[in-house]
Protein backbone atom coordinates (compact mmCIF):
# COMPACT_ATOMS: atom_id res chain seq x y z
CA UNK A 1 0.00 0.00 0.00
CA UNK A 2 2.63 2.15 1.19
CA UNK A 3 5.08 2.06 -2.25
CA UNK A 4 1.48 2.17 -4.30
CA UNK A 5 0.79 5.51 -2.64
CA UNK A 6 4.48 6.38 -3.04
CA UNK A 7 4.56 5.52 -6.56
CA UNK A 8 0.90 7.99 -7.37
CA UNK A 9 2.56 10.03 -5.11
CA UNK A 10 6.07 10.91 -7.78
CA UNK A 11 3.84 10.58 -10.91
CA UNK A 12 2.15 13.22 -9.35
CA UNK A 13 5.02 15.50 -8.76
CA UNK A 14 6.38 15.03 -11.77
CA UNK A 15 3.19 15.50 -13.27
CA UNK A 16 3.40 19.25 -11.54
CA UNK A 17 6.78 20.02 -12.78
CA UNK A 18 6.02 19.04 -16.14
CA UNK A 19 3.21 21.41 -16.19
CA UNK A 20 5.00 24.32 -13.95
CA UNK A 21 7.72 23.92 -17.14
CA UNK A 22 5.71 24.67 -19.49
CA UNK A 23 4.42 27.60 -17.95
CA UNK A 24 5.72 31.41 -19.00
CA UNK A 25 8.87 32.32 -16.90
CA UNK A 26 7.15 35.59 -16.03
CA UNK A 27 3.88 32.92 -14.43
CA UNK A 28 6.20 31.09 -12.31
CA UNK A 29 6.28 31.80 -8.60
CA UNK A 30 10.32 31.72 -8.34
CA UNK A 31 10.41 31.93 -4.60
CA UNK A 32 8.08 32.75 -1.41
CA UNK A 33 9.17 36.61 -1.75
CA UNK A 34 7.08 36.95 -4.61
CA UNK A 35 3.98 35.16 -3.29
CA UNK A 36 4.18 37.13 0.20
CA UNK A 37 2.98 40.32 -0.83
CA UNK A 38 0.29 38.71 -3.08
CA UNK A 39 -0.72 36.98 0.34
CA UNK A 40 -0.62 40.50 2.39
CA UNK A 41 -2.98 41.65 -0.40
CA UNK A 42 -5.39 39.19 -0.16
CA UNK A 43 -6.19 39.94 3.00
CA UNK A 44 -6.24 43.37 3.19
CA UNK A 45 -8.62 43.28 0.55
CA UNK A 46 -10.62 40.25 2.68
CA UNK A 47 -10.58 41.83 5.82
CA UNK A 48 -11.63 45.21 4.42
CA UNK A 49 -14.59 43.57 2.28
CA UNK A 50 -15.63 41.79 5.85
CA UNK A 51 -15.92 45.26 7.26
CA UNK A 52 -17.87 46.99 4.14
CA UNK A 53 -20.15 43.88 4.56
CA UNK A 54 -20.90 44.38 8.27
CA UNK A 55 -21.38 48.19 7.92
CA UNK A 56 -23.39 47.30 5.16
CA UNK A 57 -25.41 44.92 7.59
CA UNK A 58 -25.28 47.61 10.43
CA UNK A 59 -26.63 50.22 8.16
CA UNK A 60 -29.74 48.64 6.95
CA UNK A 61 -30.46 47.08 10.49
CA UNK A 62 -30.62 43.51 9.13
CA UNK A 63 -27.64 42.54 12.06
CA UNK A 64 -29.06 43.92 14.91
CA UNK A 65 -31.02 40.80 16.31
CA UNK A 66 -28.33 38.85 15.98
CA UNK A 67 -26.30 41.71 18.20
CA UNK A 68 -29.69 41.67 20.45
CA UNK A 69 -28.88 38.22 20.81
CA UNK A 70 -25.53 37.51 22.24
CA UNK A 71 -26.04 41.26 24.43
CA UNK A 72 -28.77 39.44 26.09
CA UNK A 73 -27.34 35.73 26.03
CA UNK A 74 -24.25 37.48 28.36
CA UNK A 75 -26.46 38.80 30.82
CA UNK A 76 -28.93 37.30 33.90
CA UNK A 77 -32.45 37.09 31.85
CA UNK A 78 -33.83 38.29 35.09
CA UNK A 79 -31.73 41.46 35.41
CA UNK A 80 -29.77 42.50 32.51
CA UNK A 81 -27.81 45.41 34.24
CA UNK A 82 -26.64 41.90 35.70
CA UNK A 83 -23.40 40.00 33.62
CA UNK A 84 -23.38 36.32 33.62
CA UNK A 85 -20.43 34.48 35.70
CA UNK A 86 -19.03 35.70 39.41
CA UNK A 87 -18.25 38.78 40.10
CA UNK A 88 -14.15 38.43 39.67
CA UNK A 89 -15.27 38.10 35.84
CA UNK A 90 -16.48 41.34 35.51
CA UNK A 91 -13.34 42.86 37.35
CA UNK A 92 -11.08 40.77 35.01
CA UNK A 93 -12.77 42.01 31.89
CA UNK A 94 -12.62 45.85 33.07
CA UNK A 95 -9.07 45.07 33.48
CA UNK A 96 -8.42 43.59 30.45
CA UNK A 97 -10.57 45.71 27.99
CA UNK A 98 -8.36 48.91 29.44
CA UNK A 99 -5.68 47.08 28.05
CA UNK A 100 -7.40 48.87 24.74
CA UNK A 101 -7.78 52.10 26.13
CA UNK A 102 -6.35 55.39 24.85
CA UNK A 103 -4.13 56.05 27.99
CA UNK A 104 -2.52 52.48 28.17
CA UNK A 105 -1.88 52.23 24.16
CA UNK A 106 -0.16 55.55 24.17
CA UNK A 107 2.02 54.22 26.99
CA UNK A 108 2.89 51.40 25.41
CA UNK A 109 3.28 53.28 21.63
CA UNK A 110 5.98 55.92 23.51
CA UNK A 111 8.01 52.83 25.13
CA UNK A 112 8.54 51.69 22.03
CA UNK A 113 9.24 54.59 20.49
CA UNK A 114 11.67 55.43 23.30
CA UNK A 115 13.30 52.26 22.89
CA UNK A 116 14.05 52.58 19.05
CA UNK A 117 15.22 56.72 19.41
CA UNK A 118 17.81 55.17 22.05
CA UNK A 119 18.72 52.17 19.80
CA UNK A 120 19.18 54.94 17.20
CA UNK A 121 16.20 53.21 14.82
CA UNK A 122 15.05 57.10 13.92
CA UNK A 123 13.04 55.35 11.05
CA UNK A 124 11.32 52.40 12.81
CA UNK A 125 10.36 54.83 15.40
CA UNK A 126 8.77 57.13 12.91
CA UNK A 127 6.95 54.78 11.45
CA UNK A 128 5.50 52.83 14.78
CA UNK A 129 4.16 56.64 15.71
CA UNK A 130 2.56 56.90 12.10
CA UNK A 131 0.96 53.57 11.87
CA UNK A 132 -0.71 53.71 15.65
CA UNK A 133 -1.76 57.42 15.18
CA UNK A 134 -3.19 56.95 11.54
CA UNK A 135 -5.11 53.90 12.83
CA UNK A 136 -6.41 56.44 15.55
CA UNK A 137 -7.49 58.85 12.95
CA UNK A 138 -8.78 55.90 11.11
CA UNK A 139 -11.24 55.42 13.85
CA UNK A 140 -12.58 58.46 14.67
CA UNK A 141 -13.32 58.98 10.98
CA UNK A 142 -15.30 55.94 11.29
CA UNK A 143 -17.04 56.58 14.33
CA UNK A 144 -18.27 59.67 13.13
CA UNK A 145 -18.78 58.46 9.19
CA UNK A 146 -21.16 56.02 10.87
CA UNK A 147 -22.42 57.64 13.84
CA UNK A 148 -24.27 54.66 15.42
CA UNK A 149 -24.97 54.73 19.19
CA UNK A 150 -24.48 52.93 21.61
CA UNK A 151 -26.58 49.72 22.84
CA UNK A 152 -28.83 50.53 25.19
CA UNK A 153 -30.73 47.00 25.57
CA UNK A 154 -27.97 46.31 28.53
CA UNK A 155 -26.50 48.59 31.41
CA UNK A 156 -23.25 49.97 30.15
CA UNK A 157 -20.23 48.39 33.00
CA UNK A 158 -17.70 50.65 32.00
CA UNK A 159 -18.01 54.48 30.56
CA UNK A 160 -18.46 55.95 27.59
CA UNK A 161 -19.07 58.91 25.35
CA UNK A 162 -18.18 58.20 21.58
CA UNK A 163 -19.92 56.64 18.67
CA UNK A 164 -20.40 52.58 19.25
CA UNK A 165 -19.35 51.80 14.99
CA UNK A 166 -16.55 50.13 14.89
CA UNK A 167 -15.46 49.40 18.53
CA UNK A 168 -12.10 51.51 18.94
CA UNK A 169 -10.63 49.14 21.72
CA UNK A 170 -10.99 46.44 18.93
CA UNK A 171 -9.17 48.71 15.89
CA UNK A 172 -6.81 50.59 18.00
CA UNK A 173 -6.05 47.11 20.07
CA UNK A 174 -5.61 45.05 16.54
CA UNK A 175 -3.24 48.65 15.41
CA UNK A 176 -1.00 48.57 18.26
CA UNK A 177 -0.36 44.96 19.17
CA UNK A 178 -0.34 43.71 15.81
CA UNK A 179 2.05 45.71 14.67
CA UNK A 180 4.21 45.43 17.89
CA UNK A 181 4.09 42.31 17.99
CA UNK A 182 4.93 41.53 14.43
CA UNK A 183 8.01 44.74 15.06
CA UNK A 184 8.95 41.81 18.00
CA UNK A 185 8.78 39.18 16.27
CA UNK A 186 11.43 39.99 13.12
CA UNK A 187 13.99 40.77 16.03
CA UNK A 188 14.02 36.57 16.63
CA UNK A 189 15.28 33.93 15.02
CA UNK A 190 13.70 30.85 16.20
CA UNK A 191 10.27 30.23 14.41
CA UNK A 192 8.64 29.25 17.56
CA UNK A 193 9.23 32.65 19.40
CA UNK A 194 7.94 34.20 16.02
CA UNK A 195 5.05 32.06 16.27
CA UNK A 196 4.19 32.90 20.24
CA UNK A 197 4.89 36.74 19.60
CA UNK A 198 2.13 36.75 17.17
CA UNK A 199 -0.40 34.31 18.64
CA UNK A 200 0.00 36.63 21.88
CA UNK A 201 -1.21 39.33 20.30
CA UNK A 202 -3.83 37.77 18.27
CA UNK A 203 -5.25 36.93 21.66
CA UNK A 204 -4.85 39.70 23.35
CA UNK A 205 -6.48 41.87 20.54
CA UNK A 206 -9.50 39.21 20.43
CA UNK A 207 -9.75 39.57 24.37
CA UNK A 208 -10.19 43.28 24.32
CA UNK A 209 -12.81 43.39 21.84
CA UNK A 210 -15.05 40.42 23.36
CA UNK A 211 -14.42 42.50 26.49
CA UNK A 212 -16.50 45.39 24.98
CA UNK A 213 -19.30 43.11 24.13
CA UNK A 214 -19.38 41.58 27.83
CA UNK A 215 -19.52 44.80 29.43
CA UNK A 216 -22.33 46.18 27.09
CA UNK A 217 -20.69 49.08 25.77
CA UNK A 218 -20.17 47.45 22.36
CA UNK A 219 -22.57 45.47 19.86
CA UNK A 220 -20.93 42.20 18.33
CA UNK A 221 -20.88 43.65 15.25
CA UNK A 222 -18.95 46.97 16.52
CA UNK A 223 -15.93 44.86 17.56
CA UNK A 224 -16.25 42.40 14.42
CA UNK A 225 -16.17 45.37 12.28
CA UNK A 226 -12.76 47.23 14.49
CA UNK A 227 -11.05 43.91 13.93
CA UNK A 228 -11.51 43.28 10.22
CA UNK A 229 -10.59 47.04 9.63
CA UNK A 230 -7.71 47.10 12.30
CA UNK A 231 -5.88 43.95 10.83
CA UNK A 232 -6.41 44.90 7.38
CA UNK A 233 -4.68 48.55 8.48
CA UNK A 234 -1.84 46.73 10.64
CA UNK A 235 -0.68 44.45 7.49
CA UNK A 236 -1.00 47.53 5.37
CA UNK A 237 1.34 48.78 7.87
CA UNK A 238 3.80 45.73 8.11
CA UNK A 239 3.65 45.54 4.36
CA UNK A 240 5.03 49.18 3.72
CA UNK A 241 7.01 48.91 6.33
CA UNK A 242 9.30 45.70 4.14
CA UNK A 243 8.83 47.90 1.43
CA UNK A 244 10.47 51.13 3.14
CA UNK A 245 13.37 48.82 4.88
CA UNK A 246 13.98 47.27 1.24
CA UNK A 247 15.24 50.53 0.21
CA UNK A 248 16.78 51.74 3.28
CA UNK A 249 14.69 54.39 5.29
CA UNK A 250 13.57 52.16 7.55
CA UNK A 251 16.22 50.13 9.82
CA UNK A 252 16.23 46.37 9.60
CA UNK A 253 16.02 44.81 13.01
CA UNK A 254 19.10 43.07 14.05
Not at 15 to 24: I, S
Amino acid sequence: MKKARRARQSKVLKLADRALAALPARWRATSLAELVPLAVLAFIAAAVYAFAQIADEVMDGEIKPFDEAILRALRNPADLADPIGPRWLEAAMLDITALGGTAVLTLITAGVIGFLLMDQKRGAALFVLVAVVGGSLLTTLAKFAFARPRPELVAHLAHVSSYSFPSGHALSSAVTYLTLGALLARTQASKRIKAYLLAAAVLLTLMIGSSRVYLGVHYPSDVLAGWSLGAAWAMLCWQVEHLLQQRGQVERED
